[in-house]
C-alpha cells in the first residue's frame, strides 16, 4: 500500500491487487460502530441479569450461562475470521457478521426463556469474534500507513466508552422500558452500519483462502475456550476453583499443541508469522497485554470502589464515571499531535508512568475526599488511559505489510480477548483473597485500595517493557522525526 501523504518520503510497495486509497474518516467511524455495538452489548448486560433473572424465571447466577456462552462462541471462532476473509471476501464477511449480530440481538430481546437467550448469545458471540479482526483488516486495506493514526483515534473509542456509559444506560433502560431494550437498541445501529459497509466499502475479490487447516482450528478452538472459561471462573470458591485451574491447565496444554502445529503447518488457520513484527509483538504480547488486562478491568473495579468502597448508589456511581468518561474522549483531538511530536516509543514509555501514577490516588480516596480531587483523580485516569490505549491500538499495525494485515488482525484481536479476560479475572481473584484475608463478608474499601495498588505495579513492570522498543518504531505512521 503506498503512502500518499506529503510529509511522508517513505513508501511501501503495493501488493498485487491492493487497493491505494486516501483515508476515510467515514469508513473509520462505520467500523467504530461495529466495535462500539459489540462493547455496548458486552458492558450494558450486567445491569440487567436481575431483572432478566425475574422474567426468566431463574436464578441470577443461571444467567452466567449467557455470558459464558458468548466468550466461549467468540473464543471458538476467532481463529478461523482471517480464512474467512481470504475465502469470502472481507466486504461480505464484515455485514454478514454485522446482520448475524443485529438479528441475534433482536432475539436476545424478545427471548421468555433461558435456553433461547443463551441461543441467541451464542449468535452474538460468533458474529462478534469476526467483526473487530476484520472490520480491522479493512481499515488497514483501505488507509495509508500515514493516515493509520487518524483512524485509530476513531476506531479506539469504543473501546474507551462503551464499558463505562453501559452500565449507565443498562440501567436506566431496565428501570424505564425493560430490559429487552438493551439489546433491541442495537437494532438500528447494526442496521444502519450493515447499510453503510454496503455503500461504503470498495468492493474487493476474494484473496483465495488454502485448504481449511482443521486440526489448527480444533486446536486453537479448544485452547481459548479452556483457557478463557477456566480464567472467567477462577475467582469462584470452593470446587469451582478446581474446575477453573483444570480448564486452565487443558488450555495451557492444547494451546502448546496448537502453536507447534501453527509453526509447522504451511497454511495454518491462524498464521503466528505477524508477530515477527516488532511493533505487533510489542503491542500483543509484552508488555502490551499487560496494558490491556489492566485497561479491561477498569470498567468491573470502578463501579466496585463507587458503590461498595463509598457506598454510592449506582445512579451516582454512573454520574461520576462520565468524568473518565468525557476525559478519554477529551484528549482525543490532541493524541495524534502528541505521538507525532513525541514518537510512539517515548509516549508509551514516559505516559505508561502516568498511567501508573493515576492509579496511586484511588490507594488512598475515601468517601470523604472533596469532590474537585475526586474529580481531577478520574479524569487524569481516562486521559493517560485513552492516550495510551490509542498508542498502542494504532503501533500493533505500523510495520504489518498489506499481505499480513488480515493475519495480524486476528492474532491481534485473540490476544486482546485473552488480555482483557485475564484482567477481570485477576482483578476479582485479589478481591477474592483479600476478602478472606480481612474475614470481610464482602469486599471493603480496604480491599479495592490494595487491588488499586497492585494495578499500579503491574503497569509499572508493564512501562519498562516499552524502554527496550527501538526509538525509531511506527515512525512511518506517526510522522515522527520525517520531514514535512
Known sequence: MSNSSPRNHHTQQAAPGATIARYSPLLAFIMAMATF?????????NTSLPAMARSFGVRTLDLSLGVTAYMLASAAISPVSAWLAMKYGEKRVMWVAMLLFTFSSFLCGIAHGLGAFVCARIGQGLAGAVMMPVGMSIILRHTPKSDLLKAQSVT????????????????????????????????????????????VVPAEPPEGAPRLDVRGFGLSALS??????????????GT???????????????????IRHLRRHPTPIL????????????????????????????????PLFFQLGFGFSPARAGTWLL??????????????????????????????????????PFVFLTPDTPAIVLGLSL???????????????????????????????????ILGQTGSTAGVAITAFCLTVLERVYGHATVSLKELHIAFFITA????????????????????????????
Not at 483444570?246 to 499443541?257: C, D, E, F, K
Not at 509516549?347 to 501508573?356: D, H, P, R, S
Not at 495510551?388 to 491481534?412: C, H, K, P, W, Y
Not at 517493557?465 to 506517526?478: D, H, L, Q
Open 379 to 413: 479524569a487524569f485516569a481516562g486521559m493517560t488511559r485513552s492516550l495510551q490505549l490509542t498508542s498502542l491500538s494504532t503501533i500493533a499495525f505500523a510495520d504489518v505489510g498489506q499481505d499480513e494485515r488480515s493475519r495480524a488482525a486476528s492474532v491481534m484481536s
Open 240 to 258: 469451582a476453583r478446581f474446575v477453573a485451574l483444570g480448564l486452565m491447565g487443558i488450555g495451557a496444554v492444547t494451546g502448546v499443541a496448537a
Open 224 to 237: 481459548l475456550t479452556c483457557l478463557l472459561s477456566g480464567l472467567q471462573r477462577s475467582a469462584e470458591t
Open 457 to 484: 505495579v503491574f503497569v509499572l513492570v508493564g512501562t519498562l517493557g516499552f524502554g527496550k522498543m527501538p526509538a525509531n518504531i511506527g515512525r512511518e505512521v506517526s510522522g515522527h522525526g520525517l520531514r514535512r
Open 37 to 45: 455495538m459489540q462493547n455496548l452489548d458486552g458492558a450494558i448486560i
Open 156 to 199: 479506539v473509542w469504543p473501546a474507551l466508552s462503551a464499558p463505562i456509559i453501559g452500565p449507565v444506560l443498562g440501567g436506566y433502560l431496565t428501570q424505564t422500558v425493560g430490559w429487552r431494550w438493551n439489546f433491541w437498541l442495537n437494532l438500528p445501529v447494526g442496521l444502519i452500519a450493515v447499510f453503510c459497509v454496503l455503500r
Open 323 to 360: 468524568a473518565y468518561f468525557c476525559a478519554n474522549l477529551g484528549i482525543k483531538p490532541a493524541t495524534s499531535a502528541i505521538i507525532r511530536w513525541a514518537g510512539f516509543r517515548n509516549v508509551l514509555f514516559f505516559n505508561g508512568f502516568l498511567v501508573c501514577a493515576s492509579l496511586l
Open 271 to 302: 498464521s503466528l508469522a505477524p508477530l515477527k513484527r516488532a511493533s505487533l509483538r510489542y503491542a500483543s504480547l509484552y508488555p502490551g497485554l499487560i496494558f490491556r488486562a489492566v485497561f479491561s478491568s477498569a470498567p468491573f473495579l470502578l
